[in-house]
């Protein structure tokens, strides 16, 4: 299975016409920029992330479905050269429109949009007029999208399970897409440009979780990769899943603490999924570390004050 899904590359799609259009004074023409694009291998790992924007994760599993290398060279592949030509066109077409009208024309059946809904009395009711102001949203939403052409959520562009370049009213045939676009013309859309998780990445984080097999607590010192966590823990180092399991786990069951396994597996998940999403700082991401450390603890240092006198299992 790849780790490349197709929303991933389309999002990266998108970040590389934003660069075209951006640079379009660099062209004589963009659309033949784009068909004579061309780079060095030796810079391409620089170039992506300083221009295109791809993030450490990208580099390693996205960019052989996006560029092919031809001797020391690399350029986009066929079909994603046409996806990024066709693209442009598209957003060239629609420069056309009176973009300021459409935007508060939008915005406006929006809000009526989202007051219905939560005002709504009757559901039968409610339906019937939510599926009437969806449809004239959407038909703004596709013309506000070729504009825009913005950066959505992965997890939300798989629920949809359409690309909104393929089918764009389908895509904004839903209430949390057309949300989505307001927050992208309202300025609170994702920033193409972020790297996201990459400021964290690979960097030393010290936590400290108490056993009572010492009576102490211990350093475990813990990487975020762009696979999951490297943990070091008495010397010795481990890589462990996005959720803790392998190497955190193995040290933990090893030293006998005892912990609640299945949500400790779920706030490591969650918070490596933040820290990847999000310019989380090292040190947020350090703090959030230790409080489930702290939680562990608490767990371990509780384990056998709180169990009945008479079992002793512990």
């Not at 580099?59 to 060279?73: A, S, T």
């Amino acid at each position: 299975m790849s780790k490349c899904s197709k929303e991933r590359v389309r999002n990266l799609i998108i970040k590389i016409v934003k660069h075209f259009l951006e640079s379009e004074k660099l062209f004589e023409d963009i659309e033949t920029g784009i068909q004579e694009f061309t780079l060095n291998v030796e810079d391409e790992k620089e170039f992506l992330k300083n221009n295109f924007f791809f993030k450490e994760y990208d580099y390693k599993y996205c960019k052989d479905q996006i560029f092919m290398q031809i001797d020391d060279r690399i350029e986009f592949n066929p079909k994603i050269k046409g996806e990024i030509i066709k693209i442009v066109k598209k957003h060239f077409e629609f420069t056309k429109i009176n973009i300021n009208e459409k935007v508060e024309e939008y915005k406006r059946k929006f809000e009526e949009l989202k007051h219905e809904i939560m005002n709504v009395n009757n559901v039968e009711k409610g339906e019937k007029k939510f599926e009437v102001m969806i449809n004239e949203l959407k038909q703004i939403a596709v013309q506000l999208h070729w504009y825009y052409l913005p950066i959505y959520s992965e997890i939300i562009l798989k629920n949809r399970g359409v690309l909104p370049e393929d089918d764009p009213k389908e895509y904004y045939n839903h209430y949390h897409t057309l949300e989505d676009l307001f927050f992208e013309i309202d300025g609170q859309g994702i920033d193409y440009k972020s790297l996201e998780g990459d400021c964290n990445l690979n960097k030393k984080i010290e936590i400290k979780i108490f056993a009572r097999r010492w009576g102490h607590e211990d350093i475990y010192i813990f990487k975020r990769t762009i696979e999951g966590w490297e943990v070091s823990f008495m010397g010795e180092r481990k890589e462990c899943d996005r959720n803790g399991e392998g190497g955190f786990f193995d040290f933990l069951k090893k030293d006998f603490v005892f912990f609640p396994e299945e949500g400790v597996k779920h706030a490591v998940k969650i918070l490596w999924e933040e820290a990847d999403k999000t310019k989380m700082s090292i040190e947020e991401l350090q703090r959030k570390l230790q409080e489930i450390a702290d939680w562990i603890s608490d767990v371990e240092k509780n384990v056998v004050k709180k169990q009945p006198y008479w079992v002793n299992f512990y």
